[in-house]
């Protein structure tokens, strides 16, 4: 998959936590701009790129704004990704890291992080245990733990300090699926408790000064 004019672009995922094990996929994300003159036009451009060998996910610069100004944790991880892990910085790609917190807001992250944890809940709950069992209780506690750390400090850490207590948690969720319930109370419960470190609502007018650089540098005026 070739696409033009990818801003950012890094591994994510299992890897990027620390809980790849010999066999996993290796994940990327990435951000990309369209020409602005394709978004004059009669037809919209596609919006996000999406292949599975290998697996990556490339957004467009607006729709990834959207989805991380909504607290998104998948989307989020490309602004919080350790150096190593990336594989394209552009300029703009730069200063977008350097923007991360103007996309943050208390009530989002915690409604965007617990959401997606009660979610892999829901999965657990409602199907017989089988090879993806561990895999979505580790999620969970992952969405969970990360979610209330960018809640508490303004901060976002990708990699995991103890890989082996999730996978541990993840093989007593495969063996009894209720055992998940208990965690995720526990989490509910700390945001509840927790001063947020977040603004009430993010900082949209520097997403959009941003945006609108994204723009300029792509626009090439057409010849009369």
């Not at 978004?39 to 729709?63: I, M, N, Q, W």
């Not at 508490?152 to 009894?176: K, M, Q, S, W």
């Not at 650089?213 to 626009?219: K, M, N, S």
Request: hydrophobic share 40%; net charge neutral; aromatic share 8%.
């Amino acid at each position: 998959m070739t696409v033009p004019n990818v801003l950012l672009s890094g591994i994510v995922g299992s890897t990027a936590y620390g809980l790849a094990h010999e066999g996993s996929d290796v994940d990327r994300l990435g951000m990309f701009a369209v020409p602005t003159e394709a978004l004059l036009g009669l037809r919209t451009p596609r919006e996000s790129h999406v292949s599975t060998d290998p697996d990556r996910t490339l957004h467009e610069a607006a729709k990834w704004c959207r989805l991380a100004l909504g607290g998104n944790p998948t989307a989020m991880e490309l602004a919080w990704l350790p150096p190593e892990l990336y594989e394209v910085r552009t300029p703009l790609g730069d200063e977008l890291i350097g923007l991360r917190m103007s996309f943050l807001s208390a009530k989002r992250i915690r409604d965007a992080y617990l959401g997606y944890a009660t979610q892999q809940f829901r999965r657990l709950e409602n199907r017989a245990p089988d090879h993806r069992t561990a895999k979505h209780a580790r999620h969970l506690k992952r969405l969970c733990h990360q979610g209330l750390e960018l809640y508490a400090t303004g901060h976002l850490t990708i990699r995991l300090d103890n890989p082996d207590e999730y996978r541990a948690f993840g093989e007593r969720v495969a063996a009894d699926p209720s055992a998940a319930r208990p965690l995720l109370a526990r989490y509910e419960t700390a945001f509840d408790e927790t001063r947020p470190a977040l603004p009430d609502e993010p900082d949209e007018a520097a997403v959009e000064a941003w945006l609108l650089r994204v723009r300029a540098r792509f626009y090439t005026p057409m010849a009369a």
